[in-house]
């Protein structure tokens, strides 16, 4: 049931997506106008030999987006970078999302405003470095509407975004491996007995914080997770899976308490037990 209402809710994107992009041509520019949003490509200089950008959707009061993997509704965001000017490569980070639980299930979402930080890595250092971005997104109050938008914007030295991006750059959750020290942390993860494959995940988390986690697994595999129990223990469920799954599966694990956020990696064998 829960793959048909992803399945339904992606056809439905995509075919509101193509009426927006038919019925609303414009110019490519630097931000655009979207249902009850904005989006927009900020600048933030170099980045060693990198270039450094952000994309920035901010959001009407109400209303929210997807993080990279939306939970059991919602849509993440998409983006086109192909006709970018002298790029090699595009790294997009995610700031860690939030819980939203309601009628339609469990979403990881953002609201209000978020930048996704880029680095971009240039085909050659001594050319200008000019962005274009195709971006498709869900815009959700009570329903999902898509929002689409053309952009593109020139990076320059100055990068007058860069505080902007450096903000949500520490959003972004570092990497850690279960059992490291610290006041945030995957304290151990354990296969446990039910109806479906289970993970239980052990948590330390800082005084007075309620901790939030976020499993994803690979394409055509769907995992959800509890919210914490008043010891901190985290249910992560195998809901569906490949018929011929086999060998080791990577299992991301993204661990959010207040202004801290972790990601720990860790495989399940066939038979769904960490590894």
């Not at 992009?21 to 009850?36: E, I, L, N, R, T």
């Not at 989006?39 to 952000?54: I, K, P, Y």
């Not at 030295?157 to 020290?181: D, L, N, S, Y």
């Not at 986690?213 to 901190?232: C, H, I, K």
Request: aromatic share 8%.
């Amino acid at each position: 049931m829960t793959s048909t209402l992803r399945i339904a809710a992606s056809a439905f994107f995509v075919s509101l997506s193509c009426f927006s992009a038919f019925g609303q041509p414009a110019p490519a520019s630097p931000s655009a106008q979207g249902f009850h949003s904005q989006v927009r490509l900020l600048s933030g200089g170099r980045q060693g030999e990198n270039w450094l950008s952000g994309v920035q959707i901010t959001l009407d009061e109400g209303f929210k987006t997807y993080w990279r993997n939306p939970g059991e509704s919602g849509l993440p965001p998409s983006f086109d970078w192909s006709a970018s000017e002298n790029v090699e490569s595009v790294e997009v980070q995610w700031p860690a999302p939030k819980r939203h639980e309601d009628a339609a299930g469990v979403a990881y979402v953002y609201s209000h405003e978020v930048v996704l930080p880029v680095v971009v890595k240039p085909k050659a250092a001594d050319k200008p470095v000019k962005l274009a971005l195709v971006v498709d997104y869900g815009v959700c109050k009570d329903i999902c509407i898509p929002a689409h938008a053309d952009l593109s914007m020139g990076l320059t030295e100055a990068g007058p975004q860069r505080a902007a991006i450096e903000t949500f750059m520490a959003k972004v959750p570092r990497r850690q491996a279960v059992g490291a020290q610290g006041e945030l942390t995957v304290l151990s993860v354990q296969p446990r007995n039910g109806a479906k494959p289970e993970l239980s995940v052990s948590v330390l988390a800082p005084s007075g914080e309620k901790p939030a986690l976020f499993a994803e697994a690979p394409d055509n595999w769907y995992v959800s997770s509890s919210t914490a129990d008043a010891d901190n223990r985290f249910t992560v469920t195998v809901e569906e899976k490949p018929k011929d799954a086999s060998g080791p599966v990577p299992l991301t694990l993204t661990l959010v308490a207040g202004d801290k956020a972790i990601e720990t990696q860790v495989s399940l064998d066939a038979g769904n037990s960490p590894r």
